[in-house]
């Protein structure tokens, strides 16, 4: 299949055909990612914007300790990957991995800064999907300062077994303490109530949960 039928081919499927229509196929670079492979790490200079065309990623955050964790491991295809580090002007913030087999459209920066100006649909998909993450991200801080220590550590762990359809699963705890915003000594104290009210069991960084209604509840309860 030669190049051109390609690109269409994922523009049709994801219904991106109008924004991409200033694009010439010499401007995209089509790029195949195994995965656990890295589009790019933090630090890096922001050469391009990348638009995800199949599979998913994972965006990665340093820690002091000089690991690395998730800080949102299902990134759907469809999206754009870089247009915030490009409107700031800044380099790549976090790293970014594959969470599987993917196909990636390398657009290089000259090329988008040129098109949106020129064309407002491919200028409008940029905006549209940094205005959503801007919001989301406001969203989360207000509702990180609005809940409870003990409501956001439930929530983290509802919404990770219903997203993975587990209910017993391992946890990161430097992960866990950065997401829910509270300390280790508190993340403790909160899992230890936890067991005794018959909520979840434990085994170090294994987490059981014996009663999800009470655990998807706890919001209700304070």
Known sequence: MKKDEIIRRYLEELDV??????????DITIEHYQK???????????DAIYFLADGKCRIINGTSGGKEIYIDDDIPRGR?????????????????????????FRIPIHVVEKKMMQHPPFLRAICRQLGWELTQSGQER??????????????????????????AFTI???????????????LNR?????????????????????????LGSMDKDT
Do not use: P
Request: proline letters at 0%; a negative charge.
């Open 17 to 26: 055909t109008e924004e991409f229509a200033c694009l010439e196929s010499n």
């Open 36 to 46: 656990g492979e890295y589009l790019f790490h933090a630090g890096g200079k922001v």
């Open 80 to 104: 754009w990957i870089g247009e915030m580090e490009i409107a700031a002007e800044i380099d790549f913030f976090h790293s970014v991995d594959m969470a599987e087999d993917s196909v990636v």
């Open 142 to 167: 207000v509702r990180v300062g609005l809940l409870d220590a003990k409501v956001r550590v439930a929530q983290c762990l509802y919404e990770r077994a219903v997203r993975t359809h587990q209910e």
């Open 172 to 186: 990161s705890c430097k992960q866990t303490v950065i997401e829910c915003c509270v300390s280790v000594r508190h």
């Open 190 to 214: 909160i899992f230890h109530a936890m067991e005794e009210n018959g909520i979840i069991s434990r085994n170090r960084n294994r987490i059981r949960i014996l009663d999800m209604e009470k």
